[in-house]
Nanobody
Framework: QVQLVESGGGLVQAGGSLRLSCAAS????????MGWFRQAPGKEREFVAG???????YYADSVKGRFTISRDNAKNTVYLQMNSLKPEDTAAYYC???????????????WGQGTQVTVSS
């Protein structure tokens, strides 16, 4: 069983930056593919970024070049650095984990409780 706890959300002006963190429990963190999804009110949950156990990264086109996902296996933590934020990035952001490869569909084994990111114009 893996528990995921997100932090770092908040209110920021357009063009600003935030860094989300996701602390994971469990001794096999390094073998998990990790990722971030987001969901805005009235919209479906969507893939944002993912990182494999080996460090390969994947991004949605809407965030490519602005967001960076990384992981620190020694700290059992995955990060999402978000730069040049836009109002359309406003959403609840969820940390996810699965035992196989990164996928863009919401078929992850474990989900965090979510952290709210609000970008004002």
């Amino acid at each position: 069983q893996v528990q995921l706890v997100e932090s770092g959300g908040g209110l920021v002006q357009a063009g600003g930056s935030l860094r989300l963190s996701c602390a994971a429990s469990g001794q096999t963190f390094s073998s998990y593919a990790m990722g971030w999804f987001r969901q805005a009110p009235g919209k479906e949950r969507e893939f944002v970024a993912g990182i494999s156990w080996s460090g390969s990264t994947y991004y949605a086109d809407s965030v490519k070049g602005r967001f960076t996902i990384s992981r620190d296996n020694a700290k059992n933590t995955v990060y999402l650095q978000m730069n040049s934020l836009k109002p359309e990035d406003t959403a609840a952001y969820y940390c996810v984990a699965r035992t196989l490869t990164v996928v863009v569909g919401p078929v992850y084994d474990y989900w965090g409780q979510g952290t709210q990111v609000t970008v004002s114009s």
